[in-house]
């Protein structure tokens, strides 16, 4: 009789198919979820995908679609890694934010105290502190194009989006640890990878994930970035995938105190910002931009790097989210798609 009952058991477990939850408590099939995504992908002509999906703090779902290359027929897999891109800026506040908690650094003192910038013609980056670097306070551009930089705001002030304010902090690490940036990533090894259980979560390349990296694709053309990969680039260098990138995040989930710091709003964006406009945001905070979606509050970033595309979200209230990373560039119509399904 306990055979016959341990029997039905399985059977009937075997019988559910496996579900996601949305934000309302709706259960979606994962198979309806992967045909929806599916579709998605033939609509905005992504070659691959890599999808995994948040629920009660824990990856309920991973998938590998698509071609890693269309050439050779190459799928992509759970180990095919992406470029993250921007998703760098999340992972990377996250770890400035511990070490400030740690005492390595003040995230409120200019980091001109620490480090002096040799790149930066405007003496009012002398005001600029890791917190601004991280909220995108700084004033400064973008990109510098190897150019001294200017100012395009005072320190504090407004939004401005900036790599090279990133790139100017990892210096300012890397010195406190007496490191560079070319030996910065195993401290983060240490520090975050290796705590949060990430094994293929690197700010730089190597020939193991050369091996393992899904070719690029712009307008269904393979292209190539020749930057510099060899040393640790905290704005858009990090390689990974959704799995191991929905580790990390539910790592961030369960450290409140850090979490509790990245969430606070810094700067408000102003209402006719192109970001604002675009994708929603009103806010950021150090290293999260912080999104209404259907009346609930939630934290996002996206990624774009030459032929990738890269988004997540978080509520970490439901302790809900996604991520995905692509090899097709400019895909930023995938974020709605995945907000319609798991935010309804």
């Not at 980056?125 to 990109?143: D, E, Q, S």
Request: contains cysteine; positive net charge.
């Amino acid at each position: 009789m306990k055979s016959y009952l341990l029997l039905l058991l399985i059977l009937l477990t075997r019988s559910v198919p496996a579900q996601i939850q949305t934000y309302s408590g709706k259960k979606i099939s994962t198979t309806a979820f992967t045909q929806q995504i599916t579709k998605a992908m033939d609509s905005l002509k992504v070659p691959g995908m890599s999808v995994a999906v948040i629920n009660k703090g824990k990856i309920v779902f991973t998938k590998a679609l698509g071609w890693a290359d269309v050439d050779s027929k190459k799928p992509v897999t759970n180990a095919t890694l992406f470029e993250a891109a921007s998703l760098s800026k999340p992972a990377f506040a996250f770890f400035v934010v511990t070490l400030a908690r740690k005492g390595v650094i003040d995230l409120d003192k200019p980091l001109f105290e620490y480090l002096p910038a040799t790149h930066i013609a405007d003496e009012r980056y002398k005001k600029i502190t890791a917190r601004m670097v991280l909220a995108h306070t700084t004033g400064l551009p973008n990109w510098s194009e190897g150019t001294p930089m200017q100012l395009e705001a005072e320190p504090g002030t407004q939004f401005s989006y900036s790599g090279e304010a990133y790139v100017y902090l990892a210096k300012v690490i890397a010195h406190l640890k007496g490191l560079t940036l070319e030996n910065l990533d195993a401290f983060y090894q240490k520090e975050v990878a290796q705590q949060a259980g990430l094994k293929d979560f690197h700010f730089m390349i190597t020939p193991a994930i050369k091996t393992k990296l899904a070719t690029a694709y712009q307008e269904n053309k393979k292209v190539f970035d020749d930057r510099n990969r060899q040393t640790f680039d905290p704005a858009g260098g990090l390689y990974a995938n959704a799995g191991e990138y929905a580790k990390f995040l539910c790592y961030l989930m369960k450290q409140r105190p850090v979490l509790n710091e990245m969430m606070k709003p810094v700067i408000e964006l102003e209402k006719d910002h192109i970001i604002r406009t675009f994708f929603g945001v009103d806010a950021w905070s150090m290293g999260l931009a912080v999104i209404p979606v259907n009346h609930t509050i939630n934290y996002w970033h996206g990624g774009n790097n030459l032929g990738y595309t890269a988004s997540f979200m978080i509520n970490p209230e439901k302790q809900l989210g996604y991520v995905f990373f692509t090899n097709a560039d400019q895909c930023n119509g995938m974020k709605k798609v995945f907000e319609n399904i798991l935010w309804q």
